[in-house]
């Protein structure tokens, strides 16, 4: 059996309880170097066998995971944040059917939910957008057009934009040109939940590229954009308004 984790985004106290076991169980764990904070797997047992997926190839990984199978052992894929976003995960849950290997899938917190956390923000206000748009900026790998952030940002949404910190430069450009105020807040978190090594920014669409050349950051980025980012929000909410019912409770006025 192989399970496919989520490792959250780098805290290791925000692994899920399940994913915790898992990992204790686990003969083989792979895990993506490149991004899990390896202080995850203190959880191992000592004995697992541990792989770093950043120096493998799609056919190694598979490989080993075959190999784990064909002996009776139980597999953990090992990936950050959660496996369904950015993960790279559907080729090798692909791979797995046509060979028969059996696995299941246990989600993590993403590291667009830890950006939040570090920015004490929520992404979604009353009186604001309703909508959060997960994406990232078309580079070496490229985006279909009409998903492009020119098209995204039209919507004024927040945008939490993943994978795209080296063209900081191209996003701001683009968002103005779709109507962005030079003056939309944005922020950047570093290592979100990492101990010791968060990092936040915040600034304006007209001096984030800045701030950030000189925090030398290149890396484990998110890029958060909008107005969720302003110091207050503009309306209550329903949810706790008095003269509001839901289900849980009547109003009162
Ligand atoms: N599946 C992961 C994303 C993998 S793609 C998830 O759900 O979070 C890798 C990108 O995720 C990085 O380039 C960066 O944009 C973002 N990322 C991952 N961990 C992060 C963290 N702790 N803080 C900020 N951004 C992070």
Known sequence: MVH????GPGDPELLTIKAQRLLSEADVVIYAGSLVNEEILKFCKPDAEIYNSAQMMLEEILHVMAWAEKAGKTTVRLHTGDPSIYGAVQEQMDA???RGIEFDVTPGVSSFLAAAAALKKEYTIPGGTQTIIITRRGGRTPVPDNESLKK????QTTLCI???INLLDDIKRDLMSAGFKSSTPVAVVYKASWPGE???IKGRL???VQQVKESNIDRTAMIIVGHCLDNKSTQKSNLYSPNFSHMF????F
């Not at 496919?4 to 490792?7: H, K, Q, R």
């Open 249 to 252: 409770r009547q109003a009162r």
């Open 152 to 155: 995204l940002a039209q919507h």
């Open 162 to 164: 993943f994978l795209s």
């Open 96 to 98: 797995m059917k046509e």
């Open 198 to 200: 968060e990092v936040i």
């Open 4 to 7: 496919i984790v989520g490792a």
């Open 206 to 208: 007209d001096n984030i």
